[in-house]
């Protein structure tokens, strides 16, 4: 129960690389928001069983925590435990530490059914699981979206496919020396018909009297 937990002294410790830190007097709820307004993908909120701090990652990933030097904050509320293998987990087995994935949530539910901890099967495995299912749910309406933007951008590119091979092929198969022959003859009637303009309309004594 950390509901009476507060920090000492100032200090700071580290979530997925993250730095949060902390002041004399920081309660538990303190921490909590520190580490939600953190940029690390986890959650943090006080299991409403234990009253301790607990974290689920936001992601599927191994959550790594450690206090900074000096500093003994996640120590004393627990959820550390000292390990020299730097894949394996580092967070105490009576933490309530989830990486958001749903084998972290059955690993969670066949730890308490071995326990026998009828509450904790309740609380945190099955609620573990309704949790990551509704992860997988989300995950696959995102997948959908995505795939059905890929499809029409795929459909927009296959109606635009031939109207840019038609122009390619009117501009490979031009033929230069008529198309040059072309444009000297509209520049020369285009000269005529200035010439013509200005021989008509040139002015004569009469339209300086008037």
Request: glycine fraction near 8%.
């Amino acid at each position: 129960d950390a509901t009476g937990y507060r920090v000492e002294k100032p200090g700071a410790f580290y979530i997925d690389g993250q730095r949060i830190e902390v002041k004399p007097g920081d309660t538990i709820g303190a921490i909590v928001a520190k580490i939600n307004e953190s940029p690390a993908p986890v959650k943090a909120y006080i299991d409403p069983t234990t009253k301790g701090l607990a974290l689920e990652g936001t992601n599927a990933h191994l959550i790594r925590m450690e206090d900074e030097d000096g500093s003994t904050v996640l120590k004393d509320l627990g959820i550390l435990r000292l390990t020299s293998d730097p894949s394996a987990p580092n967070w105490n087995p009576t933490a309530r530490i989830s990486g958001g994935s749903a084998f972290d949530m059955i690993i969670r539910l066949r730890d308490a059914l071995l326990q026998g901890n009828a509450e904790l099967v309740g609380s945190q495995g099955i609620a573990g699981l309704d949790l990551a299912l509704d992860n997988i749910g989300s995950r696959l309406a995102e997948v959908g979206s995505r795939q059905e933007r890929a499809e029409m951008t795929w459909k927009r590119l296959n109606q635009q496919i031939p109207d840019v091979t038609s122009n390619l092929a009117s501009v490979s198969s031009l033929d230069f020396a008529q198309a040059a022959t072309d444009l000297s003859m509209l520049e020369f009637a285009h000269k005529a018909a200035l010439q013509t303009a200005a021989k008509i309309s040139q002015p004569t004594l009469l339209d300086f009297l008037r």
